[in-house]
Nanobody, 125 residues
Framework: QVQLVESGGGLVQPGGSLRLSCTAS????????WAWFRQAPGRDREFVAA????????HYADSVKGRFTISRDNAKSTVYLQMNSLKPEDTGIYYC??????????????????WGQGTQVAVSS
């Protein structure tokens, strides 16, 4: 049974940092592209970042580029999202996902096979 378990969310002040983790089990971690999506209240789920299975290249939404970093530890079957300089608009539930999208579909949530349960991030003073 595939399980993706996120952790690391919480409440942080604007300008602060958080590191999210997503640990996978029940699948071969290295054969998947890994991504983070987020969903704010009343809004659609949106792409945040991805790290591809081939070569480990990374991709980011324009809104987080330069502030967030996605990485993975194959030995631990874990993908991370380091979030710096957080803004109130970063608030939402953050989900990790695994899939095998082609490059042009990397940002499409429907392409991903497996999802975690989500972890809440709140940025507020």
């Amino acid at each position: 049974q595939v399980q993706l378990v996120e952790s690391g969310g919480g409440l942080v002040q604007p300008g602060g940092s958080l590191r999210l983790s997503c640990t996978a089990s029940g699948l071969t971690f290295t054969t998947y592209t890994w991504a983070w999506f987020r969903q704010a209240p009343g809004r659609d789920r949106e792409f945040v970042a991805a790290i591809r299975r081939s070569g480990g290249t990374t991709h980011y939404a324009d809104s987080v580029k330069g502030r967030f970093t996605i990485s993975r530890d194959n030995a631990k079957s874990t993908v991370y999202l380091q979030m710096n300089s957080l803004k109130p608009e970063d608030t939402g539930i953050y989900y990790c996902a695994s899939g095998t999208p082609i490059l042009s579909a990397l940002r499409s949530s429907g392409i991903y096979h497996h999802w975690g349960q989500g972890t809440q991030v709140a940025v507020s003073s």
